[in-house]
Structure formats: C-alpha cells, structure tokens
C-alpha cells in the first residue's frame, strides 16, 4: 500500500489517459473528454498495448478508458485490447430515474440506495463486470496464456447507486461533517471547483443551494457521506469476489494485482463535492499491489490468498502487511509493472516527446516495495525551510484547468477552447504548492510570469489544507522546483 499516490488531473478521461500512456496531462493534451491522443498529441503506446506486444492476451471489462471520443469511440481497441473491451448492459442505465424517493416516485438522485432486483436487469454494472471478469478467469485457466486483465469498476463514481444493505454498516447517526466543511479564508477563487454535476441531480436540485458557495444543509451532507462510504463497501465486495475467483482458479501464486483509482472526491471538505480541484482529497487515490513472492510469503498448497470477507459478518480491521508513505504518482504505473511482470522498463521521455511512441513520464517504485526498510526519519522529512525544498525528496504533480478566476457553471469541466488558466501543484510529505498561471489552449502553452494566484499547506500544521499561506511566506523555492 502506497498512502500518498497522486493522479495527473482529478477527472476521469485525463487522469485515465495519463496513467494508461504514463504521460501527463501537457503531454497527452487531454484536459477534457474530447480528443484522442493518438491524432491530438501523438501515436503513444499504452500500458496494455506494450504488454499485448509482449506476448499477453489483454482484456479490458468495464470502465477503464474512459468511453468516447478520448479513447476513439473503442476503448482504444486494437492497439490495446486482444478482444473488444465488456461493457455491462445496464450501464446505460447509471442516470436513469431508478431512485425511489420518499414518495414512492423515481428520481435521477445523487443518493440513490436501491433494491437490486428492482433495477433495469435486475443487475448494476459492477455486478456486471465482476460476472464478466470472473468468466474470462475461468477462460485464462483452461488456455492458460500470459494475460493482462483490466477491470474497471465504476462505484463511487456518482450517482451513488448501491444495494441498500450497504447503508447498514454505516448508520446514519454515526457519519460526521467534514472536519473543515466551510470554504477557506484565504483561498483564491480560482481554485474552488462548485460542483456542478452534483447541483443537477434532482435531491440536489430540490434544495436550491445558491451558486456557487451555498452549502448543502447538514443533514443532507452527512447523507452524501453516508452513501459514499456504502457504495465504496459495495465496490470492496466486489473486489473481494474477484480476487476470491483468482483463488478458485488457481492462479493466485502467479498473478500480480493492483488496485488503484482515477481520482479522489471531496466529500464537503473546504465547502466542496466531487473532483475538479488540487486538493488532496481529489488528487489522492489508493495505490495497493499484491506480487507473488514480493509483498507477501506464496501460500502453500491449496490455502487461500484471498478469502473472501463478507461484509456483513465481519469486524474489519485488516491492515496491509506492508505500507510506504512515499510521495508517487500514477504515471509510474507503467514502468512499475512492466519492471513487475520482467519487461524491459519503458525508457524515460526525453523533453518533447510528441514524437516518440514508446517512453514514460514516471519511474518505476519497486525500490520501494520493501517497506519496512524505510526510515522513520526519511518519512518526516519535509519542506519547511527554504533550503530544503532542495533536496531530493520525492514530490508528485497534479494540474487542474479553469475557464476563468472566479466559479464559473463551466469550472469544473471546461472544454479545451474554454481553458483560460491551468493549475499546477506540487504535493511532497510536507506541504503542497500549487500556482494558478495563465494558459492558452490554442497552444497549449502556460506562461509561469503570469501567476493568477498561489497556495502553500504545510501538511504538519495544517494537514487538511485550510490555511493558504502563499501571500506571507517566500516560496521561491518552491517554485524553482515546480519548474524544474
């Protein structure tokens, strides 16, 4: 486990992008869900396409590239998948009115807890692709080919549709506010993200939040957090039933996993919900691997790796067994898996890389898989002095768009002509940087002298991020880094 992991940009299609290629954002030039990196920035090889060409049978089962135009209508099918990628059936009913409201009518709720048997199917897309998933296991077993097998799940993507037995574990009275549920004094307009997608949601709607600071009432807050945490258990479930099968097939010893996201999501931290934003809450993703003989001891003969733990019947207090706090971020996934599964590791891009199909913007972190080896010193080190912003320590980099300097309706998700500033932000152990500098999308160029506005969190003292110290600290150096 890796507890500080950073995607390239909180929203799907880029940060999918990014990790799937192992470039940034700048390189894919993908900032929104309406171009194909092939024919906007370059031809570059995937991190599934590299292992198809390197003898694996790929499959791709639900959400991995994000559909549509960012990944060619195809999922980026046939450069990266053997077969053509799954997609669960009901999936085209994820924004159908399936929520039942007090009333008893349906509505396109956010928080939607709903009765399996009752939905279109009598399935969700999850349970779909675990279906799928383990069907294709089973086929890898009899054909037994090297294979690369992707699937993604959409929970807790919103609406937060789940089975409602989920709810049960997290009862109502129990779940708290955010720990800094009020929009910071000190932060620039610029970076706050209004949450739009979530204001058109009918529960939503019905409230009549103002734009774009209103905040949601309480009761209704805690409700939203509630459904997260149980959709989250539901999308563990499943998870747990897929690993589970690669037990039952015996391929367990010979299979590396790994577990990660796209993005993280506010849940009314600094006065926010969703994405859209340079907070750790939205760049800050789980990032687990399981390595046969690497992570853990091989289990002997016919003992379980993955028991699956039921939910319902379970304390769960369950640790992984080793945890880095290394700074990463998921442009390493790459080279990481291919150094993993014995593939010669990508080379490292050069500058401009447009050109060059076969290179990564990240570094493999197998140094650090050996947890324990890691000094508690090293851990603490941070960046809170100007002379030791210097050193070598680790730092990962985020970036957000916006179309202007205050909350627009299309902050959150502006188009590429519409980008007018790009955020850049730098997070190590001790702090996160980040400036808000003018863009052009014409170009795609973004010019560091014209600095919109700044924000530096020193993580010791202000681990949630609420007191923006950028106007009454020297951050040159800071700076310098982040250019470099």
């Given amino acids: 486990l890796f507890g500080r992991v950073s995607p390239q940009q909180a929203v799907c299609a880029p940060s999918r992008v990014s990790f799937l290629t192992g470039r940034r954002p700048d390189t894919t030039r993908l900032y929104d869900f309406y171009s194909y990196w092939r024919v906007h920035a370059g031809n570059y090889s995937t991190m599934p396409q590299y292992f198809k060409e390197n003898g694996y049978v790929t499959l791709s089962v639900g959400k991995v590239f994000h559909p549509g135009v960012s990944s060619n209508y195809s999922d980026d099918y046939p450069y990266s998948w053997s077969i053509p990628p799954f997609h669960p059936s009901s999936e085209k009913h994820e924004n159908d009115k399936t929520c039942r409201g007090k009333d008893g009518k349906l509505y396109a709720n956010l928080v939607c807890p709903v009765d399996v048997s009752e939905m279109p199917g009598g399935t969700l897309p999850d349970i779909q692709s675990t279906e799928e998933a383990i069907r294709l296991l089973n086929v890898m077993k009899t054909s037994k080919p090297k294979f690369f097998l992707a699937v993604g799940y959409h929970k807790p993507h919103i609406p937060l549709r789940y089975p409602q037995e989920f709810l049960k574990l997290y009862p109502l009275e129990n779940i708290p506010l955010a720990p800094d549920p009020w929009v910071p004094e000190k932060l620039p307009s610029v970076a706050y993200n209004p949450w739009t997608d979530i204001r058109q949601r009918d529960d939503v709607e019905a409230l009549n939040v103002s734009f774009p600071y209103g905040p949601l009432p309480d009761d209704f807050q805690r409700q939203i957090r509630q459904s997260y945490y149980a959709a989250v258990s ?36 600094h006065g926010e919900w969703a994405k859209y934003s340079n907070f750790d809450v939205a760049t800050r993703v789980p990032l687990m691997f399981y390595v046969p003989g690497m992570t853990g001891s091989s289990a002997s003969q016919g003992k379980r790796v993955f028991p699956y733990i039921d939910p319902f019947s379970h304390v769960l207090g369950l640790v992984p067994q080793g945890q880095s706090k290394k700074v990463v971020e998921l442009v390493s996934l790459f080279p990481t898996l291919a150094e993993l599964a014995g593939l010669r590791v990508p ?16 570094k493999s972190i197998v140094q650090y898989f050996n947890a324990s080896e890691e000094k508690v010193e090293e851990e603490k ?7 030791r912003c210097f050193n070598e320590e680790p730092v990962a980099f985020s970036q957000y768009p916006r179309p202007a300097d205050t909350p627009q309706w299309n902050s959150d998700k502006p188009k590429l002509k519409d980008i007018r500033i790009m955020g850049y932000s730098m997070r190590a152990v001790g702090y996160r940087y980040t400036v808000w500098v003018q863009f052009n999308p014409n170009n795609f160029s973004a010019d560091f002298e014209d600095v919109h506005a700044g924000e530096l969190y020193m993580m010791e003292t202000d681990p949630n991020q609420d007191d923006n110290i950028y106007n009454n600290t020297s951050h040159g150096c800071f700076f310098k880094k982040m250019l470099g």
């Fill in 381 to 387: 080190n941070g960046c809170d002095d100007a002379y």
């Fill in 234 to 269: 539901y999308l563990d479930s499943q998870v747990g039933l897929l690993l589970n099968a690669l037990d039952d097939v015996g391929l367990s010893n010979s299979t590396i996993v790994v577990f990660t996201a796209d993005h993280g999501w506010s849940l009314g931290e």
């Fill in 347 to 362: 080379p490292t891009c050069p500058e401009t890389s447009f050109h060059v199909a076969l290179c990564t913007e990240g």
